[in-house]
C-alpha cells in the first residue's frame, strides 16, 4: 500500500503537520517525530481522511499535552491510531475507534485535577496496550487507566507507583 511518511523535529509545529497529514485521503500516514518535546492536543476524528494514522518516535521522542487539553483524543469514526514508541506527559481519550499503542511510557501523567485516567481513558471503542509503561500517573479515579465504555486490552505492560483517590491507582 501507498503511504505517507513525515519526520518532524522537536519543536516544529505538530499540529499543522497533522492537519496535512490527516487530509491524505485513504492512505496510511506515519508521522515520525525526532527526539525531543512535542506539545500537542490532537483530535482524531471522522474528519481524519487518512485510512490510519501511525504516531511513532525515534528514541527520546517525547508528546506533552498543551494546556488542559487531553493529548490526544481518538473520537468515533476516525480511523485506527497507533503509537508506537513515545514517551507521553497528558492524558490519551478514546471515545470511539480504535487505539494500538506500543513500545510508549506515559510517565507522571494525569494530575489531582484528573477526575478519570491519568494515562489512558476510554469511554468507547477498543484500545490496547502491549510492551508499555504507565508509571507516576494521577488521577481522582483510575490512576493509570480507567474504562468507562468500550473495552482496554493491556499485556505485557507495567502499571507501577500510579495514584487515585478511589477505584485504583
Known amino acids: 500500500l501507498p503511504s505517507a511518511e513525515c519526520p518532524f523535529k522537536a519543536g516544529s509545529c505538530l ?6 497529514a490527516a487530509a491524505m485521503e485513504g492512505l496510511p500516514v506515519v508521522l515520525t517525530l525526532a527526539p525531543g518535546v512535542h506539545a500537542a492536543a490532537l483530535v482524531f476524528d471522522e474528519s481524519v481522511k487518512a485510512s490510519e494514522m501511525w504516531l511513532q ?3 527520546g521522542a517525547e508528546l506533552r499535552a498543551a494546556g488542559d487539553a487531553p493529548l490526544l ?6 480511523p485506527p ?3 508506537v514508541g513515545l514517551e507521553l506527559h497528558g492524558a490519551v481519550e478514546v471515545e470511539g475507534s480504535e487505539l494500538r499503542v506500543s513500545e510508549c511510557a506515559w510517565r507522571g501523567a494525569g494530575g489531582t485535577d484528573v477526575a478519570k485516567g491519568g494515562g489512558l481513558r476510554v469511554r468507547g471503542g477498543v484500545a490496547s496496550v502491549d510492551a508499555s509503561i504507565f508509571e507516576g500517573c494521577r488521577a481522582e479515579q483510575g490512576g493509570a487507566i480507567a474504562v468507562l465504555g468500550g ?3 493491556v499485556t505485557g505492560t507495567a502499571i507501577t507507583a500510579n495514584e ?5 491507582g
Open 15 to 20: 499540529a499543522g503537520a497533522f492537519a496535512v
Open 151 to 153: 473495552s482496554v486490552l
Open 73 to 78: 483524543s481518538v473520537r468515533d469514526g476516525a
Open 57 to 59: 518516535g525515534e528514541p
Open 164 to 168: 487515585a483517590e478511589e477505584g485504583g
Open 81 to 83: 491510531v497507533h503509537l
